[in-house]
């Protein structure tokens, strides 16, 4: 397969470069074992801006950390626990857990599954491949290869668990087994996570789970390759998620950004944390008090990077119940800011909003 590069002035046909890039079922990282040293045109991004990639250098804000030992066990410090999340939702979207209740031997056996499943023989994983993302399990190069405007450095793996998970056999037999334990682990920490959520908000602590927030979960198992031009392409380009909350575990590479007060603020790896992000659903519901923040992910020419996300509620399962912004969190001073709808269409609202 011969794909232009960024080095190539001749004709461009995006269509067929797109189409043979599909074809390859190889990803980018099968471009990398290939030997290039410039990337195709289709993964360029004209507007990236490589001069601004960050303020954390020179910034004073951080990602909060959380830290969740003892919050089932001391009531006092399970309402500072909730104050801080309160605070973190409302301000920036964000935050880490530490102590959160799943093994550190749990999370980077996961992270070894992943990366050993991408960087496994390409024909292993070429019976995954497919754009039927609504397979039970998935192998593929950008969900929306054929929509974007530019391609994003970045092959996933990708399984749903709730409300019905694949069958152990349907999942790949190099990761089998920890995606089930991980699988299992960030459900139960979801629920916790569900919980504090709703007494932050002032609501029975059973509150977001009986809106069944939790009940829909999707896993994607990202491998970031290395990439021989990083500053004209990037691991996922500026975007909030559409659910109402994701879980997310990554290694301890880097590159994940948050854009915060206008700068774009590094959520470092810490050793045994895991990055927690307000979706766009969960701001519609609690009427824009809990913010659903773009976020970004940078490439680098030395490593590659994996991370695992694990959101709960997505719009890659359209449903047709409807959500409005909870009652008992309006007043005649906070009226409600959306209608009554199906998720997907308050996600494409709010993100036409942001465009």
């Given at each position: 397969m011969i794909l232009p590069s960024s080095g190539v002035e001749s004709e461009y046909d995006r269509k067929s470069e797109l189409k043979a890039f599909d074809a390859s079922k190889s990803g980018v990282k099968g471009l990398v074992d290939g030997g290039m040293t410039k990337i195709p045109l289709m993964f360029i991004h004209p507007h990236y801006n490589p001069d601004a990639k960050s303020g954390s250098a020179v910034s004073q804000f951080r990602v909060p950390l959380i830290d969740l030992d003892g919050v089932d066990d001391n009531a006092t410090l399970r309402a500072k626990i909730i104050d801080q999340v309160r605070e973190a939702c409302e301000n920036w979207g964000f935050f880490q857990v530490v102590n959160h209740g799943i093994p550190a031997s749990v999370l980077e056996e996961m992270i070894d599954g992943i990366r050993g499943f991408h960087e496994q023989d390409t024909q292993m994983k070429k019976e995954f491949y497919t754009r039927d993302f609504k397979e039970k399990v998935s192998f593929a190069s950008n969900f929306d290869l054929f929509q974007a405007t530019a391609a994003t450095w970045k092959d996933s793996?990708?399984?749903?668990?709730?409300?019905?998970?694949?069958?152990?056999?349907?999942?790949?037999?190099?990761?089998?087994?920890?995606?089930?334990?991980?699988?299992?682990?960030?459900?139960?920490?979801?629920?916790?996570?569900?919980?504090l959520l709703s007494e932050a908000l002032g609501l029975n602590v059973n509150h977001l789970k009986d809106m069944d927030c939790a009940e829909m979960m999707f896993h994607a198992g990202h491998y970031y390759p290395p990439c021989p031009e990083p500053e004209l392409t990037l691991g996922a380009r500026r975007h909030t998620d559409s659910g109402f909350l994701t879980v997310l575990l990554q290694d301890q590479v880097g590159g994940l950004q948050v854009l915060h007060q206008n700068q774009w603020i590094d959520a470092s790896p810490m050793p045994g944390a895991l990055v927690i992000n307000v979706g766009d659903s969960l701001q519609v519901i609690t009427n824009d008090r809990f913010k659903s923040i773009e976020h970004r992910v940078l490439v680098n020419s030395a490593s590659s990077r994996v991370s695992v996300a694990s959101a709960f509620g997505t719009t890659l399962f359209p449903s047709s119940r409807l959500y409005s912004p909870i009652k008992e969190l309006l007043s005649q001073e906070n009226p409600p800011k959306y209608k009554e709808a199906t998720l997907q269409t308050h996600v494409a609202y709010l993100r036409g909003k942001r465009v």
């Amino acid at each position: 397969m011969i794909l232009p590069s960024s080095g190539v002035e001749s004709e461009y046909d995006r269509k067929s470069e797109l189409k043979a890039f599909d074809a390859s079922k190889s990803g980018v990282k099968g471009l990398v074992d290939g030997g290039m040293t410039k990337i195709p045109l289709m993964f360029i991004h004209p507007h990236y801006n490589p001069d601004a990639k960050s303020g954390s250098a020179v910034s004073q804000f951080r990602v909060p950390l959380i830290d969740l030992d003892g919050v089932d066990d001391n009531a006092t410090l399970r309402a500072k626990i909730i104050d801080q999340v309160r605070e973190a939702c409302e301000n920036w979207g964000f935050f880490q857990v530490v102590n959160h209740g799943i093994p550190a031997s749990v999370l980077e056996e996961m992270i070894d599954g992943i990366r050993g499943f991408h960087e496994q023989d390409t024909q292993m994983k070429k019976e995954f491949y497919t754009r039927d993302f609504k397979e039970k399990v998935s192998f593929a190069s950008n969900f929306d290869l054929f929509q974007a405007t530019a391609a994003t450095w970045k092959d996933s793996l990708s399984w749903a668990v709730a409300p019905i998970p694949p069958h152990p056999t349907e999942l790949p037999a190099v990761c089998r087994d920890i995606v089930m334990e991980y699988s299992k682990q960030v459900k139960r920490l979801g629920y916790t996570l569900f919980e504090l959520l709703s007494e932050a908000l002032g609501l029975n602590v059973n509150h977001l789970k009986d809106m069944d927030c939790a009940e829909m979960m999707f896993h994607a198992g990202h491998y970031y390759p290395p990439c021989p031009e990083p500053e004209l392409t990037l691991g996922a380009r500026r975007h909030t998620d559409s659910g109402f909350l994701t879980v997310l575990l990554q290694d301890q590479v880097g590159g994940l950004q948050v854009l915060h007060q206008n700068q774009w603020i590094d959520a470092s790896p810490m050793p045994g944390a895991l990055v927690i992000n307000v979706g766009d659903s969960l701001q519609v519901i609690t009427n824009d008090r809990f913010k659903s923040i773009e976020h970004r992910v940078l490439v680098n020419s030395a490593s590659s990077r994996v991370s695992v996300a694990s959101a709960f509620g997505t719009t890659l399962f359209p449903s047709s119940r409807l959500y409005s912004p909870i009652k008992e969190l309006l007043s005649q001073e906070n009226p409600p800011k959306y209608k009554e709808a199906t998720l997907q269409t308050h996600v494409a609202y709010l993100r036409g909003k942001r465009v």
